[in-house]
């Protein structure tokens, strides 16, 4: 117990010293760039980690929340001109609900019958997305305004990676404490065995319910955020590739770890940045290093490593 | 006998179209061990989990001290004390022994735990220095006896023990079942399933004979371990 709580202050010590430096280690804003979209995807992931790594259940439709994050501040930005921070929150509130609602009946299933029943939600929004031409642009996407905090607009790549390292480092230490709380627990209990959960008084459906919520949001801050700093957005951000996307990031970085997530999330955006220079045999590339990484790490690059590292 | 504790009456549940239990009527009383026995697939584990609430009933009712408990979540009864340690050693695999124990606190609140700790450690010790470990990493018997102490945790009124003895070595067994005895004695009220008809019979006050989903016979533990059907067909005898 106290071994792990060192583990996690230590760890949260170590994700502040390497989001402080990284801005000045960066050669240019190009790279900066990356980061930030690392950061935001490391969120959305934390989130998907707590619903897939703490408490083992599936989500291959968990773009959709993304997308809707980023298109309820879009819409209500440019369209009704309301403040984004509002327009985020109006989005937090609008994923909350949707995700409560589908929590219930789709969390009942288990296995490849919950991964169909995601994917479908998943597809269901990405269409819904791309035909409302009238509202949402339709496949082409639309421009959304810059983001605008009491009055302040970040000017630049350096103020966009700040607000963005200050919220993911929140977001892992929200992530930490609720994984060691009773809730965690309770968590953990069901992703090993529901039947001996449920008969020690864990409400597996209420808990189900919660972290799909919680990791909805956690979906929803990253989309909007992105829909803001990237300035245009198109309905592929929620469709079935990035949905897949945020969950070999998880995998890949190591399951129930929240650092894991950061790692996954923050190689899988870099990676295809820096093989961009190897022109057609990126993706053969990044398939290769992800099935070595899966063969000889098969626990996920954190956990794998951290365990590499206590043995000795 | 005095009012029951739990009266289950003309209780029914089904997998799906297939009836696993059939009209199934018995009664516990406060600080009774009842046995529930049965061959495979007569429908045992089905009654604990209908009672437990972790499979829903499709006919009849469970009464807990006069309340009727039918519909409600299984969250709910062990709020009330019905707690169940399901079979084959549901243990939480990956978590600490520590957490394991600490989940079985958790529908009482954890400010109650370190107690219940002391008392869980005091009556399996080998679970003490093996606190830190992974459940998954414990032996067989040790994993059956961290599920016990799991569900002692949620301080039962009504302790539902879901074949304790199961692919288990005969000396193990016998620690499993000086335990249940043990607990018996501290006042406890148990409702056992158990297919060791033998071990069960001799320390029930009285028990359940199921086949097929019906109860077809019932009596002390004793005068059923004399019964010449149940010798033939459970006692190997």
Redesign the interface.
């Known amino acids: 117990?106290i071994r792990r709580r060192e583990a996690r202050r230590g760890g949260l010590g170590a994700l502040a010293a390497v989001l402080l430096v990284l801005p000045f280690v960066l050669p240019n804003t190009y790279y900066l760039n990356v980061a930030i979209l690392a950061g935001l995807n490391a969120i959305a992931c934390i989130g998907l980690n707590l619903l897939i790594g703490y408490a083992g259940q599936i989500s291959l439709g968990h773009a959709a929340f993304f997308g809707i994050g980023a298109y309820v501040s879009a819409i209500l930005t440019a369209g009704q001109g309301w403040p984004p921070v509002l327009a985020l929150l109006a989005a937090l509130v609008l994923n909350g609900a949707l995700a409560f609602a589908v929590a219930r009946p789709i969390l009942r299933l288990r296995g490849h019958y919950l991964a169909m029943a995601t994917l479908g939600l998943g597809i269901i929004v990405a269409i819904v997305l791309a035909q409302e031409v009238r509202l949402t642009g339709g496949p082409d996407g639309m421009p959304v305004p810059p983001l605008v905090l009491l009055g302040w607009s970040p000017p630049g790549e350096a103020a966009w990676y700040g607000i963005v390292a200050v919220l993911l480092w929140i977001a892992a230490w929200l992530s930490l404490n609720l994984a060691r709380s009773?809730i965690g627990?309770?968590l953990?209990?069901l992703?090993?065995?529901e039947?001996?959960?449920?008969?020690?008084?864990?409400?597996?459906a209420?808990h189900k319910s919660l972290v799909f919520v919680l990791s909805a949001l956690y979906a929803s801050l990253a989309g909007s955020l992105f829909a803001h700093y990237a300035g245009f957005i198109t309905p592929a951000k929620a469709g079935f590739l990035q949905s897949v996307e945020l969950v070999t990031m998880v995998v890949l970085g190591g399951m129930a770890s929240t650092f894991g997530a950061v790692v996954g999330a923050a190689i899988l955006t870099a990676l295809p940045q820096i093989f961009a220079t190897f022109h057609e045999y990126e993706t053969i590339a990044l398939g290769a290093i992800l099935m070595g990484i899966m063969i000889f790490l098969p626990r996920g690059l954190v956990p794998s490593l951290a365990r590499l590292a206590g043995r000795r | 006998m005095t009012a029951a504790l739990l009266e289950v009456a003309g209780l029914g549940a089904q997998y799906g179209r297939v009836v696993a239990l059939h009209d199934a009527t018995l009664a516990v009383a406060a600080g009774e061990l009842v046995a529930l026995v049965g061959g495979n697939g007569a429908g045992k584990t089905t009654l604990l989990r209908t009672i437990s609430g972790v499979r829903p009933a499709s006919a009849g009712s469970i009464r807990f001290e006069g309340r009727d408990i039918t519909r409600l979540a299984p969250a709910r009864r062990v709020g009330l004390g019905i707690v169940q340690v399901p079979e084959g050693r549901q243990v939480f695999a990956p978590l600490s022994v520590e957490d394991n124990l600490r989940l079985g606190a958790y529908a009482r609140g954890r400010e109650r735990s370190a107690e219940g700790l002391a008392r869980a450690y005091r009556m399996f010790p080998a679970l003490r220095q093996k606190r830190d470990l992974p459940a998954g990493s414990l032996s067989g018997g040790q994993q059956q006896m961290l599920a016990i102490a799991r569900g002692l945790m949620a301080e039962p009124r009504l302790l539902l023990l879901d074949e304790p003895s199961m692919g288990l070595a005969p000396l193990l067994i016998a620690e499993i079942f000086a335990a249940i005895a043990d607990l018996k004695r501290a006042g406890a009220t148990i409702l056992l399933v158990e297919q060791n008809a033998t071990q069960a019979l001799k320390i029930a006050d009285r028990a359940y004979v199921l086949e097929t989903g019906r109860v077809v016979l019932e009596g002390s533990g004793a005068t059923l371990a004399q019964n010449e059907r149940v010798k033939a067909a459970y006692l190997g005898m």
Not at chain 1, 195 to 204: E, L
């Open positions: 117990m009773p627990r309770a953990a209990a992703n090993a065995s039947i001996a959960a449920a008969t020690a008084g864990v409400d597996v209420r």
